[in-house]
């Protein structure tokens, strides 16, 4: 059992790292996938590693804090999202900062590499930061029609599906190793972070 169970976090930490080091540019518009707006949604979130990847590290490091933590995020980072892509309806078609979005890899990474002891207030305030920053972004340009409100519905949908899977699938590992494994792929995220933040840089 305990092999298996090894097996897939080495798996989960492949995902997450492969997702880190290929971040793409981030688009007000939804691709169309041709199944409604709220699925539009879902998979714009799905396939946006720079959204993706830092509500995952929310994720693993409110299930490194245990079951009370997790549920805080799984409602506090999802109605910050939608809370903040209803805000960015009304706004202009404008992307995130580069460096701002190293920035969030970087801090959540780190905060899960080192495990950090968070209060309960301040991961709530992270969560929420963290959503309406994001979410913004993913609101503006979109409009503020039936379907891009749907749209920004599913995003938040996928925001709550996420956090509910990675944090309840940390809450319950016990083995050392188990939580050594979800720390060092904080670090990686924390990692591709200082690539995206080079590439910024560089770029500017």
């Known amino acids: ?20 080091l290929c971040p793409v540019s981030a688009e007000a518009h939804l691709n169309s996938t041709g199944m409604g707006p709220i699925y539009d949604g879902l998979m714009h979130f799905l396939t946006s590693p720079e959204d993706l990847v830092p509500a995952l590290a929310l994720a693993l490091l409110a299930g490194l804090r245990g079951a009370s933590y997790g549920r805080q995020a799984l409602f506090t980072l999802p109605m910050a999202w939608l809370s903040g892509s209803l805000l960015g309806l ?3 078609a404008t992307g995130g900062s580069a460096v701002l979005s190293s920035f969030w890899f970087l801090l959540m990474g780190g905060l899960v590499a080192a495990d950090a002891k968070l209060s309960s207030r301040v991961m709530i305030a992270l969560a929420a930061l963290l959503g309406l920053y994001h979410g913004y972004f993913n609101g503006t340009g979109m409009g503020e029609s039936v379907s891009a409100i749907s749209a920004v519905v599913g995003l938040a949908l996928a925001v709550f599906v996420l956090i509910a899977l990675a944090a309840a699938f940390v809450v319950q590992l016990r083995a050392h190793w188990a939580r050594i494994a979800v720390r060092v792929a904080g670090s990686w995220i ?9 590439w910024a840089v560089r770029g500017s």
Do not use: D, F, P
Not at 1 to 20: D, F, K, P, Q, Y
């Open 90 to 92: 009304a706004a202009a």
């Open 190 to 198: 924390a990692a591709s972070g200082l690539l995206l933040l080079g």
């Open 1 to 20: 059992m305990s092999g298996a169970r090894e097996s897939w976090l080495r798996i989960c930490a492949t995902v997450v790292l492969t997702i880190a």
